[in-house]
């Protein structure tokens, strides 16, 4: 059976980034295609998708996504059908609000949080692991890029600096620390993949800057973060949080920062403007 990768991907359009994280395996015809995805999905003639069925039967994926039909896969979480309402946030919302109100479970980003604390790493990358995919809430697309700068006015450089980075970095292993190329995505991508040029290019700056280990220990520690079944809760990082997020006194969102507009947004999904 012949895959065209190319077609294949464009099928997923930008959601590459999206199939790496388990927040976002819950979609049914995702969950689907990716459990397919080593033999089973095919491009007939080279231009149109099917996925082939157990029984052999081929069904063009247009056809099952107008049977499910799903927002773009680099919408942010909050920003997905959901069944319950949004909790109200108070007038002065702190991050430990946002991570109660808006980020649980956060189950990904405590567990990656928790590794780095069971392993005696700094204090500042536990934190920037508990920080590194809170962005997923908003935006997908980008991540790196989008959780930086979430969070730049409040933490010290290498925090941001590493959240930043640790996205391209994901794709290039570093024995030194013991980084191997996950697994999982040559399941995902193939073998063959390649990260386009943006990727490579961030990623060769971030292995020489001197900042370099802000970003990889993020990446080290996003692969010990998908046990399924295992909990962690945000009591163990809270002194941690008061060390090194300065929380405005106004609230997030009303503090007049360049960044403000981004907190507001996540407070309030269900605003129409
Ligand atoms: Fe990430
Ligand atoms: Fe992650």
Request: with cysteine; aromatic share 10%; proline share 8%.
């Amino acid at each position: 059976m012949e895959v065209d990768r190319r077609v294949f991907l464009g099928t997923l359009g930008a959601g590459t980034l999206a199939l790496m994280s388990s927040e976002d395996k819950a979609e049914a015809l995702e969950h689907y295609m990716e459990g397919k995805l080593d033999t089973e999905v095919a491009a007939r003639d080279g231009t149109e998708p099917v996925l082939y069925m157990p029984d052999g039967e081929a069904i063009a994926l247009a056809e099952l996504q107008e049977e499910n039909p799903r927002p773009p896969r680099g919408v942010g979480n909050l920003f997905r059908p959901r069944a319950t309402e949004f909790a109200p946030m108070s007038d002065k919302p702190t991050l430990v609000e946002f991570f109660e109100k808006r980020f649980a479970p956060a189950n990904h980003v405590l567990q990656s949080a928790a590794h780095a604390m069971e392993t005696g790493q700094p204090e500042r990358t536990i934190f920037a692991c508990l920080m590194h995919d809170v962005v997923l809430n908003l935006v997908k697309v980008d991540h790196g890029e989008w959780g930086a700068q979430l969070i730049e006015p409040y933490v010290e450089e290498r925090i941001s600096w590493g959240i930043r980075y640790h996205a391209p970095l994901r794709f290039y292993p570093d024995e030194s620390v013991g980084y191997e190329y996950p697994e999982m995505y040559n399941r995902i991508f193939g073998e063959d993949y390649e990260p386009e040029p943006y990727i490579r290019r961030a990623a060769d700056h971030a292995k020489a800057h001197r900042y370099y280990m802000e970003a990889r220990l993020i990446t080290l520690n996003d692969t010990y973060a998908f046990e399924e079944g295992k909990v962690v809760t945000l009591d163990p990082f809270i002194d941690i949080i008061g060390r090194n997020f300065k929380q405005p006194p106004e609230g997030l969102g009303f503090d007049d920062s360049p960044v403000d507009h981004m907190w507001r947004t996540i407070a309030n999904p269900n605003r129409p403007l």
